[in-house]
């Protein structure tokens, strides 16, 4: 940080990381090496559903039960080995569940928003997470490298949001049985019930951040 830098922004709220931000703010030893002040500023936009969303896709998710649909993508950074995608495909098949498989960089929020998706399959990067998160959507946390692994510990342990493989995906293949069960709980279980009761409140922590007196619209008081 230079001398000129008054604070810094970050890309999250409150109520989502409040060790972190705390830590961040009051921890001693921290503060002798990041000694600037931190605002949260996230989320910027609302989470709501555009009143006409147009493709052949959409229009297939407008057709499904509430809560019914996993969705699967790794971004535009995430790769498989081949054969843990053929493990990935059968997984998906096995489970007899409805499910969306994005090989490209997808329009991720227009999905993620729909009423029928009630999972999402992510390799836990910051921006699929986030999304995750303001759409109420919980996750199938499959990460792959760099912060991800944190990110997946987030939702999965102290959000309560997620499940994740046994196995490290980078580690080694995740088997076919194993995403059977991951996607059936997730989608028809009693734990898949109670993550998605959880992330509604994060959800709405989020709403309530960027509202006024929110801690969103604080930090740029």
């Not at 495909?89 to 498989?101: D, H, N, V, Y």
């Not at 997946?152 to 088997?175: M, Y």
């Amino acid at each position: 940080m230079t001398g000129t830098t008054d604070g810094v922004l970050v890309n999250t709220w409150e109520q989502l990381e409040p060790k972190t931000l705390f830590s961040l703010k009051n921890n001693k030893i921290l503060r002798q090496i990041f000694n600037k002040s931190v605002y949260p500023v996230e989320p910027l936009v609302q989470p709501v559903r555009p009143e006409c969303l147009g493709g052949e896709l959409l229009e297939w998710l407008d057709e499904q039960p509430k809560d019914s649909v996993i969705y699967v993508s790794f971004g535009s950074g995430g790769t498989l080995s081949s054969q843990q995608t053929m493990e990935l495909a059968w997984g998906l098949e096995m489970s007899q569940q409805r499910f969306i498989w994005v090989l490209r960089p997808p329009i991720e929020h227009d999905i993620l928003d729909h009423p029928s998706v009630g999972g999402f399959l992510s390799q836990c990067g910051w921006n699929s997470t986030f999304e995750s998160l303001v759409n109420g959507v919980p996750m199938i946390a499959w990460p792959l490298y760099a912060q991800q692994n944190m990110n997946a510990t987030l939702v999965e342990e102290d959000l309560g949001v997620a499940i994740r493989p046994k196995v490290l995906p980078t580690k080694g293949v995740v088997g076919r049985e194993e995403i059977m069960e991951m996607i059936t709980k997730i989608i028809e279980d009693d734990d898949g019930v109670k993550m998605r009761v959880r992330v509604k409140e994060v959800q709405e922590n989020a709403i309530k951040a960027y509202t006024i007196e929110g801690s969103t619209w604080k930090s740029f008081e």
